[in-house]
């Protein structure tokens, strides 16, 4: 059946969900071919699709010093002195504050940066400053739209830690201050830089996987049950998004090399989302299981399902697999599967198909050749050096180092606003399907149209390495 015929039929038992740059859900019944489009604003600037601006050595601030903003803070560090300088830091706590001032006193690259702690606000004064090229925020998912489009008014290129934003209203604004700035907002999705991502996507590249990409599949699948209920995951945020919020809560890294590999928004784009999700119940089970005088011992309302999957349909008539699931007890995996015309790969552990003709995997030695012969040239080059610094085997570190490069060379960012955007999007899209009892839900096209142009991922370049 004809993909149109299929959306068609679809589209009479149940229709279509479009949304409005404000977020707000409309169903339509009179589907034809494609659809209508969800509502997109005026734009309100140029595009910064190829937005490139020579900075060397990079000036900036941070803002958060969790768990996951101590680490970065410390791989951000290794660019000093010559690719960037941390001139400013900032937590509303005021500890992490001095243990990292201390910490970069006594064993980092960069002179004593200043500091803010001890108001909700004193992010504020760091985007303020006048000596910032780019503004890194490492704070909770909710505090990430407004802390980059503060800084982006400031005058400062951002570099957000996924998702990029958690609603549809927020995405729009981060594309449109983008746009009226004319200044990166970079979401940093680092899976995109690990090394059997950046392999397939170079085979990809290289033509092992054929003519044709048809389908992948990718998600977040890590047990944190026991992690939800320590103290300090209930105070930093987590467990409190899984009491409010349906859908799929963390998409990108599932689907951030996935779209690499598809082109999204060079040449195809996500189109149609359509969810379901499993019911609560291990959060129920262990918060039951706790003393009485526990503080989530009598919780069992959460709102978040035990899994989510989602299934995604791309203008090119691709399909793309989504599952998030932190609940049941599976081994931690990204799935990272992808189908094409002459291959096939999958993850955890990782195995190939190459013309099988039905006869499974490669072995372990032809394995190692086509990984020796189609391993990315950055990991190629700079192996050594990303291990060394680490952060989930380098690829934290390698993700840092092309964004400080790609200031330095005067070049656009591996990832814009548009790829944040577009992947950050599922997590409210999904919330509307499943409000909506799987209805294939509209994806905005914050690009306005300019996805279809065929454009090289940045990453690909290679003279720039």
């Given amino acids: 059946m004809q993909r149109r015929e299929y959306m068609q039929g679809l589209a009479s038992a149940a229709g279509i969900v479009t949304v409005s740059a404000t977020g707000k859900a409309r169903e339509v019944d009179d589907f034809e071919g494609r659809g209508p489009p969800s509502e997109a604003p005026p734009a309100k600037g140029d595009t910064v699709f190829g937005l490139a601006e020579h900075i060397e050595p990079v000036r900036v601030g941070i803002i958060g010093l969790g768990n996951r903003g101590f680490g970065m803070t410390q791989l951000i560090d290794a660019m000093a002195p010559n690719k960037g300088v941390i001139n400013a830091i900032c937590d509303i706590r005021e500890e992490p504050v001095r243990e990292m001032e201390q910490w970069i006193e006594e064993e980092g690259n960069n002179d004593t940066p200043a500091t803010y702690t001890g108001s909700e606000s004193c992010w504020k004064a760091l985007a303020q400053r006048d000596d910032l090229d780019l503004v890194f925020v490492f704070t909770n998912h909710q505090n990430h739209a407004p802390m980059a489009e503060y800084a982006m008014k400031e005058g400062k290129h951002v570099a957000v830690e996924v998702p990029m934003a958690t609603t549809i209203e927020e995405l729009w604004t981060l594309v449109d201050t983008a746009e009226r700035t004319q200044k990166n907002c970079m979401m940093l999705e680092n899976v995109c830089y690990f090394d059997t991502e950046m392999w397939v996507l170079n085979m990809v590249r290289n033509g092992v996987f054929g003519d044709q990409l048809n389908y992948a599949s990718g998600g977040y699948i890590h047990n944190l049950v026991a992690e939800y209920f320590f103290q300090a995951y209930w105070n930093d945020w987590r467990s409190r998004n899984h009491l409010k919020y349906k859908g799929d809560l963390y998409p990108t890294h599932g689907l951030g090399p996935i779209a690499f590999y598809m082109g999204i928004n060079r040449g195809d784009r996500l189109q149609f989302i359509s969810s379901q999700e499993s019911p609560e119940s291990r959060l129920t089970q262990r918060a039951a299981e706790l003393p009485e005088d526990h503080w989530a011992h009598d919780i069992d309302d959460w709102e978040n399902g035990d899994t989510t999957r989602s299934e995604i349909l791309t203008a090119q008539d691709r399909q793309i697999h989504l599952q998030f699931d932190v609940k049941t007890n599976r081994g931690y995996s990204r799935k990272n599967e992808l189908a094409g015309s002459d291959a096939y790969h999958e993850g955890f552990p990782s195995k190939l198909a190459v013309d099988s003709e039905g006869h499974g995997f490669v072995d372990e030695s032809t394995y190692e050749q086509y ?95």
């Fill in 371 to 465: 990984y020796e012969e189609h391993r990315h040239p950055l990991w190629v080059q700079m192996e050594e050096i990303a291990e060394e610094y680490g952060g989930h085997g380098g690829g934290d570190f390698l993700e840092i180092y092309r964004l400080f490069d790609a200031f330095n060379q005067g070049r656009p960012l591996d990832m814009n606003v548009y790829d944040g955007a577009a992947w950050s999007a599922v997590r409210p899209l999904s919330a509307i399907s499943l409000e909506h009892e799987g209805m294939p839900v509209k994806f905005p096209d914050f690009t306005r149209g300019r996805w279809e142009e065929d454009r090289e991922l940045q990453v690909m370049d290679f003279d720039t390495i």
